[in-house]
């Protein structure tokens, strides 16, 4: 069992211990926020991670962008029609204190880059201001690092930064948001930035890449069909209610 000591404002947890070593305010003072401590067992989802199988890495970071983590999340932690588990989804981070997403969610990391398995498939979400993660070395030096072995590497929407700053995919396509192609081939001219206005995905060799928001589930449906086949990916699309998402006005169209 590994715990794991958070301390937090208003932290939620089975087992919380308030500090007692806060000095008393003095009188008239208003009362400071009292810090508390959560312990956190990491055990619950480590305990099923299972060797055999290919892992799917997603990084986390400040302010990431939560649709990026939760769509390759969604799609690939999603079993065969049979029940049958295809593959591990882990979350990673530089520490594992819970990340805050821009939306305010916070996510509880699976492991720290220093202790992350070996990954099948590299997931690089990004922020709406990349200007901090890009500068942050750990974080580039960790996408070099797992780069190396991985079968693939998909950046989704401003990620596309974070590879241009490793320069894992220099000579290769890449696709950013929709309007930031030319900051990326400014930064980054090594890499081959396509046309973001006209195109949504690009895979060129083991690197993929996206517009990012909804649009990172085309990306993980695209390579999820690549890992496993076709069948799958329609039970998945299925599972997710993707033609509801592409149909929904569909009647409001049709005559009556």
Not at 210 to 230: F, H, P, Q
Request: aromatic share 8%; with cysteine; hydrophobic share 35%.
């Amino acid at each position: 069992m590994i715990p794991l000591l958070i301390a937090s404002s208003g932290c939620e947890s089975g087992e919380i211990q308030q500090a007692t070593n806060a000095t008393p305010p003095a009188k008239g003072a208003s009362s400071p926020v009292q810090s508390e401590t959560c312990v956190i067992h990491l055990d619950t989802h480590r305990n099923v991670f299972d060797k055999n199988l290919p892992t799917i890495g997603v990084i986390l970071f400040d302010d990431v962008l939560m649709t990026e983590v939760t769509a390759p999340i969604d799609v690939f932690s999603k079993p065969r029609e049979n029940g049958t588990k295809l593959f591990n989804v882990v979350t990673v981070a530089e520490t594992l204190q819970p990340v805050a997403t821009e939306s305010g969610l916070r996510m509880l990391p699976d492991y720290t880059f220093a202790d992350c398995p070996k990954l099948t498939v590299l997931v690089v979400p990004s922020a709406y201001d990349m200007t901090e993660t890009v500068r942050n070395g750990e974080i580039v030096r960790f996408i070099k690092k797992q780069n190396v072995n991985s079968e693939f590497t998909m950046s989704n929407c401003a990620g596309s930064q974070l590879i241009g700053e490793s320069g894992v995919a220099d000579g290769h396509k890449i696709v950013t948001y929709i309007g930031g192609g030319k900051e990326l081939k400014e930064k980054y001219p090594a890499l081959e930035v396509q046309d973001d206005q006209a195109i949504s995905f690009v895979e060129d060799g083991k690197f993929l890449s996206s517009n990012g928001n909804l649009a990172s589930y085309i990306s993980a449906l695209e390579l999820l069909e690549k890992m496993s086949d076709k069948k799958h990916r329609e039970f998945v699309e299925s599972y997710l209610y993707i033609e509801r998402l592409t149909d929904w006005d569909k009647s409001k169209r049709e005559p009556e």
